[in-house]
C-alpha cells in the first residue's frame, strides 16, 4: 500500500502558477492518497485563485493564509506540517521549478524504508542546477552549500543538497517545537536540529516561468544570521555583535581624537554609542525571540544600558588588581577581565534583560490563583547556558 501524502508549498505572489502546479501534481499522484496544502503568505489573490482551483481538482487541495509572515518561507513550512493530514510531507516551491513529477520517485525512495528525509538534490549524480540562470547565482549555492556542509560535517555528510527547498520528511521523527526557522533554508534546519537518516534523489532544477525571485541580499544575510545561530547558539551572534561594537569603538576614539578631543571624553562617547548601538543589535538578531515576553522596550533599554556602564567601570580597576595582586601581564589581565565581562554581560541579558515578565499571583472575588513560583536564579543561569550557550546544532 502506497504512503499517503500531504504536499506542502509554501507561497508569495505565486498566483500564476496555482492552476498548473496543482494539475501537474494531480497527474503525479494518481491513485495515491494525498492532498495539497499551500501555506499562504501574499499580498496579492493567491489564496483566492488557490480556492478557485481547489473546486475542481483532481485531489484535496487547501489553503491557510497567513495574516502574519512569521518566521519566512520556513515558518510557513513549519505551519504547513503542523497542519498536515498526512503523517509524511512533501514540501515544494510554488514556483513550477521544483518538478512534480519527481513526487512519485521521492515517495517511493521513502518506501523502502531506511530514510526519514528524501531530498530533490540538484548535486548528486543526474541532478541538474541551470534552474539557478546566471554563474553567479549558481557559485553563491555551490559556496553556501560548501559552508554549510563544513560547519556540520556529520549531520550533512550524506547530504550533497541541504539547501533544497523540495524534499520528503517523516513527520513523527520532528518535534516541531524545537524548530526555530529564518528564511527560505528550512530543510538545513531540520537536519541541524534532528539526527536525520538522509537520502537523495536527483533532480533536474527548472527555470523560472513566472512571478519574480525571493532571493535577495536581505535573504542571504538573514541566511548566514541563521546558520551561525544553527552551528553556535546565541552567544555567537552575542559575541559578534561585541566583536563588532568593539571595532566601532575604536574607530570613533580615533576619529574623535583626530579632530582634537581629549581621549578620555573620546573614550567615554566611543564606550556609549557603542552600548547603545549593541542594543539596537542584540534587539533585532540575538534575542529577537524572547522580546515578546519579555519587559517593555524602555525597561530593556534601561537594563542594559545600565549594566554596561557599570561593567566598563569596574572592569579596569579590576584588571589593574589583577596585575599589582597576581603580578600577570597587562594583556593577560585585559584579556581575562573580557571575557568574564562577556559571559556576565550575555547571562545578565538572557537571564534578566530578556527575562520573561514574572507571573503574579491573581486574585478576584471568587478564588485566588497563585502562579507556579519561578525557577532560582541558579537553576535559571543553568538553563541560559544549556539552551542557549552550549545549543549547536551539531554535538
Known amino acids: 500500500m502506497s504512503t499517503a501524502l500531504t504536499i506542502i508549498v509554501p507561497t508569495f505572489n505565486e498566483r500564476a502558477n496555482v492552476a498548473e502546479l496543482v494539475a501537474r501534481v494531480g497527474v503525479a499522484l494518481a491513485g495515491r492518497q494525498a492532498e495539497v496544502l499551500f501555506i499562504d503568505d501574499s499580498t496579492d489573490d493567491t489564496a483566492a485563485e488557490v480556492e478557485r482551483v481547489a473546486t475542481d481538482a483532481p485531489l484535496p487541495v487547501r489553503v491557510i493564509h497567513r495574516s502574519e509572515n512569521v518566521g519566512g518561507l520556513g515558518g510557513a513550512v513549519v505551519r504547513g506540517l503542523a497542519e498536515a493530514a498526512a503523517e509524511v510531507c512533501i514540501v515544494m516551491d510554488g514556483d513550477l521549478q521544483h518538478p512534480p513529477e519527481l513526487i512519485p520517485t521521492i515517495a517511493e525512495r521513502f518506501e523502502q524504508g531506511d530514510a526519514d528525509v528524501v531530498a530533490a538534490s540538484r548535486y548528486v549524480g543526474g541532478g541538474d542546477s541551470r534552474g539557478l540562470g546566471t554563474a553567479l547565482r549558481f557559485g553563491v549555492s555551490r559556496a553556501a552549500t560548501w559552508l554549510t556542509k563544513a560547519m556540520f560535517p556529520r549531520r550533512l555528510a550524506r547530504s550533497t543538497d541541504p539547501m533544497t527547498g523540495f524534499f520528503l520528511v517523516d513527520r513523527r521523527r520532528l518535534d516541531l517545537a524545537q524548530l526555530r526557522p529564518q528564511g527560505f533554508k528550512i530543510l538545513l534546519e531540520i537536519l541541524a536540529r534532528t539526527d536525520m537518516r538522509i537520502a537523495e534523489v536527483p533532480m533536474e532544477f527548472s527555470e523560472r516561468r513566472n512571478g519574480t525571485s525571493k532571493a535577495t541580499l536581505r535573504q542571504g544575510a538573514t541566511f548566514a544570521l541563521h546558520l551561525a545561530r544553527l552551528r553556535f547558539g546565541k552567544m555567537s551572534l552575542f ?100 571575557v568574564v565581562a562577556f559571559f556576565a554581560r550575555f547571562l545578565f541579558h538572557s537571564l534578566f534583560v530578556y527575562a520573561p515578565r514574572r507571573a503574579r499571583s491573581r486574585t478576584d472575588a471568587a478564588s485566588t490563583v497563585s502562579e507556579p513560583k519561578p525557577d532560582t536564579a541558579a537553576q535559571r543561569i543553568i538553563r541560559a547556558i544549556d539552551t542557549e550557550a552550549m545549543r549547536p546544532g551539531e554535538l
Open 239 to 338: 559575541a559578534l555583535i561585541g566583536g563588532i561594537g568593539a571595532v566601532v569603538n575604536l574607530a570613533i576614539m580615533w576619529a574623535l581624537t583626530t579632530f582634537g578631543v581629549d581621549y578620555i571624553w573620546a573614550a567615554i562617547i566611543g564606550a556609549e554609542v557603542t552600548i547603545i548601538g549593541n542594543f539596537i543589535l542584540q534587539e533585532r538578531f540575538v534575542f529577537g525571540d524572547m522580546r515578546t515576553d519579555a519587559r517593555s522596550i524602555g525597561a530593556r533599554f534601561a537594563a542594559s544600558f545600565t549594566f554596561n556602564n557599570v561593567e566598563a567601570a569596574l572592569r579596569i580597576p579590576i584588571m589593574v588588581l589583577m596585575v599589582e595582586t597576581w603580578h600577570i601581564s597587562s594583556v593577560l589581565a585585559t584579556a581575562l577581565s573580557l
